[in-house]
């Protein structure tokens, strides 16, 4: 297992520390001032689904890991990606929300 570390301070020297500290993907601090990029935990993923609207594609992965399932929302426009997680102890709340907006949007006239 490869670790990367930043070592804060004057020399900002790249230096391994062992720490046995399992996170999620992406940057973490840890209590020595040192900034970890860590291993991202493995995703199973369940089902995929992909739309394009207009310019923009959405991503919708259900997917699974050691802290249970969760649907992973991503929209990409442009190369830009903003995402979002919804954990599936949440998905009909999620989707009761989503069927009173298109409920709503639909008695409005058309603009």
Known sequence: MLWKYLRKGSDNMRRPIR???????GLE???????RYEKARTDKMIVSEKLQIERK?????FKENN???????TE???????????????LQLFRESL????????KMPVS
């Open 19 to 25: 720490d046995s500290k399992i996170y999620g993907g």
């Open 29 to 35: 601090n840890d209590n020595f001032g040192n900034v």
């Open 57 to 61: 594609q959405f991503f919708f992965d």
């Open 67 to 73: 802290s249970g399932r969760f649907l992973r929302i």
């Open 76 to 90: 990409e426009v442009g190369g830009h990606r903003d995402t979002i997680i919804v954990p599936a102890t949440g």
């Open 99 to 106: 069927d009173h907006i298109i409920a709503v949007d639909a």
